[in-house]
C-alpha cells in the first residue's frame, strides 16, 4: 500500500506520522497511541509494524485454595464477571478444602512429516532403528536443555497414510514453553533425514496438541453447601452434573461449556506470559480425542457430594519467549509465588474448574445474566461516555428502567448531568 513500503523498517515515530500523514489518524488519536505505547523498545522488539500497547484490564481472582496453598491469581481479560466469577466458583470450593491436582511429566511434541513415502511400513522400521542417532542430532542442537536435565527422550513412528509418515518427537522441556526448542531440534533431524538418508521432509515443527503434558484438578463439595434461595444444595448439584452430561452428549453445548472453562484458563495464560492460542488449539483437540467434541470437565454426584474434575494439556512455561520480556509477567509470577511450571499448570487447571463451577451454578440456579448485570450495565454507562463518578447513579438508573440499551443509557447520563448543572446553578 502506498505510503506503507518498508513500513517495518521505520521507526516507531515515522510509522505514527505515516498513519497521520495518511489521514488514517489525527493528533488526538496519536496522542493516545503514544500514550498507551509504555514500553516502545521491548514491544518494537516483540512484534513487527508495532504502533502501540493495546492494554487489557488485569484482575485478581480470590480464594484459590489448590493442594492446600492459597494463591491470589491474577487475570487478564475484557469481560466482565469472570473474575467474580471465578473467584466465587473457587470460594465454594474453598469450604470443601479446596481443590487438588495432578500434573503428568512435561513432553512436548514435535513432529516431522514425511511425504512421497513408497514402503511406510518398510520406512516406519527404518526410522526407529535410526532412533538413537535422531535423538543425539537433536539434543546437539540443543545442548543447553541436556544440561539442564531434560532433552529429547523418544521418537515414536506413525505411518498417517501409504505416502505419508508423522515422525514424533518428544523432549522434556524443563520450565520452557518448549516451542523453539523443539522446531530447532526437529529442523536439525529433518536436515540429516533429508540430506543423508534421502527422505522426502515435508513440514518439521511442533504439535499444539501436548497430550504428554497433562494437568487434572478435581474438586468435592458436600452439595449443602450449594443450597441457595429455597433451592436446596442437593437439587442444584444434580442439575450441575445433569448439565455436564449434556456437554458430554451435545457439542453445541461443550463449546459453550469448554469456552466458559478456557475464559478462566486463558486470562491466567495470557497474565502469566504464555501462548494462549496454543493452550486453546490444544484443549479443544482434547475435548474431541474420542471422534466426538465434548465438555472438558464432568460433574457427578454420589453420596450427597458433587465431584468436579477437569483435564486438558497444559504446556504452560515459566521461562522463554515473551516470559522474560514483558515486565508485568515477572510481577504476575511473584503474585502468584510461583516457583515452577508444574505448580502453574495445577493453578490453571484449578482455575478452569472453578471457573466452571460458576458458570454452571449461575446457569442452574438464577441464569447467567442476573449476576452479569450490574456489570454489564457498567460497561453500557462507560460505553456512552459516563465518568466514575457518574457510574453507579447512571447504572442505578438502568436497572430501575431495565433497560440494556446504548440510547437509554446516553438519555439517563444526559438526564443525569442536566440535573447535576441545575443544582449548581440554584
Ligand atoms: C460466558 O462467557 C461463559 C458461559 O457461557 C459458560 C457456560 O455457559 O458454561 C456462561
Known amino acids: 500500500m502506498e505510503g506503507f513500503e518498508k513500513y517495518y523498517q521505520k521507526d516507531h515515530q515515522t510509522r505514527l506520522d505515516i498513519l497521520k500523514q495518511k489521514k488514517y489518524l489525527d493528533q488526538t488519536q496519536l496522542d493516545k497511541l503514544q500514550a498507551s505505547a509504555s514500553e516502545v523498545k521491548i514491544s518494537?522488539?516483540?512484534?513487527?509494524?508495532?504502533?502501540?500497547?493495546?492494554?487489557?484490564?488485569?484482575?485478581?481472582?480470590?480464594?484459590?485454595?489448590?493442594?492446600?496453598?492459597?494463591?491470589?491469581?491474577?487475570?487478564?481479560?475484557?469481560?466482565?464477571?469472570?473474575?467474580?466469577?471465578?473467584?466465587?466458583?473457587?470460594?465454594?470450593?474453598?469450604?470443601?478444602?479446596?481443590?487438588?491436582?495432578?500434573?503428568?511429566?512435561?513432553?512436548?511434541?514435535?513432529?516431522?512429516?514425511?511425504?512421497?513415502?513408497?514402503?511406510?511400513?518398510?520406512?516406519?522400521?527404518?526410522?526407529?532403528?535410526?532412533?538413537?542417532?535422531?535423538?543425539?542430532?537433536?539434543?546437539?542442537?540443543?545442548?543447553?536443555?541436556?544440561?539442564?536435565?531434560?532433552?529429547?527422550?523418544?521418537?515414536?513412528?506413525?505411518?498417517?497414510?501409504?505416502?505419508?509418515?508423522?515422525?514424533?518427537?518428544?523432549?522434556?522441556?524443563?520450565?520452557?514453553?518448549?516451542?523453539?526448542?523443539?522446531?530447532?531440534?526437529?529442523?536439525?533431524?529433518?536436515?540429516?533425514?533429508?540430506?543423508?538418508?534421502?527422505?522426502?521432509?515435508?513440514?518439521?515443527?511442533?504439535?499444539?496438541?501436548?497430550?504428554?503434558?497433562?494437568?487434572?484438578?478435581?474438586?468435592?463439595?458436600?452439595?449443602?453447601?450449594?443450597?441457595?434461595?429455597?433451592?436446596?444444595?442437593?437439587?442444584?448439584?444434580?442439575?450441575?452434573?445433569?448439565?455436564?452430561?449434556?456437554a458430554q452428549l451435545d457439542p453445541y453445548r461443550a463449546t459453550t461449556h469448554n469456552k466458559g472453562i478456557m475464559n478462566g484458563i486463558d486470562a491466567v495464560v495470557l497474565a502469566s506470559g504464555n501462548d494462549w492460542r496454543a493452550i486453546e488449539a490444544g484443549a479443544h483437540a482434547y475435548a474431541a480425542r474420542d471422534g466426538q467434541y465434548r465438555g472438558l470437565s464432568t460433574w457427578i454426584v454420589k453420596d450427597d457430594i458433587l465431584y468436579g474434575e477437569l483435564e486438558l494439556p497444559l504446556p504452560l512455561g515459566t521461562v522463554g519467549g515473551s516470559i522474560g520480556i514483558v515486565p508485568l509477567v515477572k510481577i504476575n509470577q511473584q503474585l502468584l509465588r510461583l516457583k515452577d511450571a508444574r505448580q502453574l499448570e495445577a493453578i490453571v487447571a484449578a482455575v478452569g474448574l472453578g471457573q466452571n463451577l460458576a458458570a454452571l451454578y449461575a446457569l442452574v440456579t438464577d441464569g447467567i445474566q442476573k449476576g452479569h448485570m450490574r456489570l454489564q450495565l457498567k460497561s453500557l454507562a462507560l460505553s456512552v461516555g459516563a465518568t466514575k463518578a457518574e457510574l453507579e447513579p447512571v447504572v442505578s438508573r438502568l436497572e430501575a428502567l431495565q433497560a440494556r440499551d446504548q440510547a437509554t443509557a446516553k438519555k439517563v447520563l444526559e438526564e443525569l448531568r442536566n440535573k447535576q448543572s441545575e443544582r449548581s446553578r440554584t
Open 44 to 246: 518494537d522488539a516483540m512484534i513487527e509494524n508495532f504502533i502501540t500497547e493495546y492494554h487489557l484490564p488485569e484482575g485478581l481472582a480470590l480464594n484459590y485454595v489448590v493442594d492446600g496453598q492459597e494463591y491470589l491469581i491474577p487475570f487478564v481479560t475484557e469481560e466482565p464477571s469472570v473474575v467474580a466469577a471465578a473467584s466465587h466458583g473457587a470460594a465454594l470450593v474453598k469450604r470443601a478444602g479446596g481443590f487438588k491436582t495432578t500434573v503428568t511429566e512435561r513432553l512436548m511434541i514435535g513432529q516431522i512429516i514425511l511425504e512421497n513415502v513408497a514402503h511406510p511400513e518398510q520406512v516406519a522400521s527404518f526410522l526407529e532403528s535410526q532412533a538413537e542417532k535422531l535423538l543425539a542430532l537433536a539434543n546437539a542442537a540443543h545442548p543447553s536443555i541436556v544440561k539442564r536435565g531434560g532433552g529429547a527422550q523418544a521418537l515414536k513412528v506413525r505411518v498417517l497414510a501409504p505416502d505419508l509418515i508423522s515422525l514424533d518427537l518428544i523432549v522434556d522441556v524443563k520450565e520452557a514453553m518448549g516451542a523453539n526448542m523443539l522446531n530447532t531440534m526437529l529442523e536439525a533431524c529433518a536436515t540429516y533425514l533429508q540430506t543423508k538418508l534421502g527422505l522426502d521432509v515435508l513440514i518439521s515443527i511442533l504439535s499444539n496438541y501436548a497430550t504428554r503434558c497433562l494437568a487434572k484438578a478435581t474438586c468435592a463439595l458436600p452439595v449443602e453447601l450449594l443450597t441457595r434461595n429455597g433451592l436446596s444444595g442437593a437439587k442444584i448439584a444434580q442439575k450441575i452434573a445433569t448439565a455436564s452430561r449434556v
